[in-house]
């Protein structure tokens, strides 16, 4: 071990184990009591700033590399739990994943919008669905975000099993589980399912929370909107209308145009 005086008080100058270049550490050499252990640890770790830098940089790349390894091995499971559906997210015919959108300019958009509450309005085969699932499975692929497909019915079935189990506190599990996710994706938004007095509070339970800030979930609604289209979920709509105009980009697909939608007006 190379050992330097430093122009520095209380310091040494000693190279690193590393690239052999001198740096500046505290001097304990001169104390009777320190100076045989911290000759012997200076023997063992002596690591420059840079070098040091350069491994810790090497390290968090090592582990990141782990990590995309790990995601990349888990994630036909994720999709599978996300219950994102197969034919909005892989080729029909040759059975793989999209690696480009079917539908680019909507899940442009979306993947733009991706960090926002959204209302898509767009008639069926319009590529609402498929453009949310391409982002959401992209999501997917490269983190760990826990996200939730479900048709309204889906979901409406769930809270009605939820509340007529037998198990304790089902319901508000359920609730407080779709309550903190990070994306939930609700289709077939619009004239598709029957709402019950039960389905209703729990659908405007889902928008209110959003809008007080319980919510940590963003929540993107797809269906084929219509004038009344709330009211028919919601007898009364202004409440929804609101909740949707504050906290949601509302936007209407047509033929790939894509433009705002007046809550107020258009649904």
Known sequence: MRIEKSETPGKIRIDCLTCG?????DDY?????TAEFMQHFYEHNRCCPECCRQAEAAAVAAEAEVEQARLISEFPLRLTTAGLQHNYTHDRQSGELFIAPPCRSIAEFIWLN???NL???GVTGSGKSTGASFVAAKLLQSSRMRIRYRTLSQLLSEWREARC???ANAASRMLNFYLNLDLLIIDEMAGKAHVS???K???FYLLE?????ESRTRIWLLGNFYVGSIEEIFPDGDPCRRRLAENFTCVKIDKNNITPLEVYAGV
């Not at 270049?21 to 550490?25: F, G, H, K, S, T």
């Open 119 to 121: 209302l898509i309005s």
């Open 21 to 25: 270049n001198l740096y500046e550490v």
């Open 29 to 33: 050499l001169q104390d009777e009591l």
């Open 114 to 116: 991706r960090r926002k």
């Open 201 to 203: 509070e729990f659908l």
């Open 197 to 199: 007095e039960s389905g």
């Open 209 to 213: 929370a959003v809008n007080s800030g």
């Open 165 to 167: 189990s037998d198990e």
